[in-house]
């Protein structure tokens, strides 16, 4: 990715990703098919332009709900609950999932161990999904002990967890992973325009049915969804949003948010408040949005630099600050 950065003072402190679509005349052609289900812990969307194609898009979903079986930790009798709840003997996989765990370990690696999947018994115990609260410093050390990808040891599709307490958790990077799935099943099937939208992981497949990119709305924070700030214009790429807003709760005038420290068992606390990566792959876009918040603005630009397939991104700051990396095409409200 190109070393260039671009700054804007100030934007909103927090972001979310809306599609916008703008400028196809459909009225040479047949309406999109669309169709949402909830899975994944939030809303998932796929919807088809060329061709538009119902079947195809329920077969979608269900490839979606089938990656959610597998992959989750709250689903009994998935991979991962199986390792989760093996006592450290060796569990077999499917090769998907031993796949992506290595696709894990490979982020944890690169960020030095911010990425870590095996921050299951911490997410459980701030609870995000549920009723959050600030654990106690006691439940906090037993969590945080867990936590060490280390501690993951693949033998082909076998998994086997080095501590028996640990709990894996890839919800860090399993929607992207689903989301590049669901992209290559459809380009498989012929599909030659269509947008994957995984609550915030989002994939667009060739571009608009008239040739033209697509616009990426960045919404305002807290406001309706159809108020934006910018777009990110995109022919096929995968653009993912993190923020510290998505999952959060205020305890004693505090904000607490879902990005986990695996160091420190807190939530991460660093001068970024959203990110949005413009990559190859939603897996690698949806690893590093959690990355770069954990890092901060200083060291993500050295990291961006050298992750594989990203674009660009475009980084909110605390400060209000807006940071552009790459040669992503960004453009603000104000000059649209």
């Known amino acids: 990715m190109p070393k260039h950065i671009r700054k804007c003072i100030p934007l909103m402190l927090i972001m979310s990703i809306l599609i916008v679509i703008t400028g196809c005349d459909y009225s040479r052609q047949p309406e999109p098919i669309g169709e949402s289900r ?4 939030t809303v998932c969307t796929v919807t088809l332009y060329e061709p ?3 079947e195809l898009v329920t077969e979608a979903l269900d490839l979606c709900a ?3 079986t597998m992959l989750s930790r709250t689903i009994e009798g998935s991979d991962i609950w199986r390792v989760n709840n093996s006592g450290g003997t060796p569990v077999s996989v499917d090769g998907k999932t031993a796949g992506l765990l290595r696709d894990a370990l490979d982020y944890s690696v690169l960020s030095g161990g911010l990425f870590d999947i095996t921050v299951g018994r911490l997410c459980v115990l701030w609870d995000f999904t549920g009723s959050p609260a600030v654990p106690m410093p006691d439940e906090l050390d037993d969590a945080r002990d867990t936590v060490d990808y280390r501690q993951i040891y693949l033998d082909g599709n076998t998994v086997r967890l080095g501590n028996a307490e640990t709990w ?6 399993a929607k992207g992973y689903v989301a590049d799935q669901i992209a290559d099943f459809l380009r498989e099937r012929g599909v030659k325009s269509a947008i994957i939208d995984l609550g915030g992981n989002i994939v667009t497949v060739g571009e608009k049915p ?8 960045v919404n305002q924070p807290f406001a309706d969804r159809s108020e934006i700030v910018g777009k990110i214009s995109v022919g096929e790429a995968s653009v993912v949003t993190s923020g510290i807003y998505e999952r959060q709760f205020t305890e004693n005038g505090k904000l607490y948010h879902h990005i986990l420290d695996p160091v420190s068992g807190m939530p991460a606390d660093s001068d970024v408040v959203s990110v949005t990566i413009v990559s190859e792959s939603s897996t690698a876009g949806d690893a590093l949005t959690t990355i770069v918040i954990l890092l901060g603005s200083e060291r993500a ?4 630099d050298q992750a594989p397939g990203v674009m660009g991104a475009v980084l909110v700051l605390k400060s209000g600050e807006l940071l552009i990396y790459g040669d992503i095409d960004f453009t603000m409200l104000e000059d649209m």
């Open 38 to 41: 909830l899975l994944l812990d």
């Open 52 to 54: 538009a194609d119902k």
């Open 66 to 68: 089938e990656y959610e």
């Open 168 to 173: 894996l958790d890839l919800g860090g990077i």
């Open 210 to 217: 008239d040739g033209s990119l697509w616009n990426i709305g």
């Open 301 to 304: 630009a050295a990291l961006l």
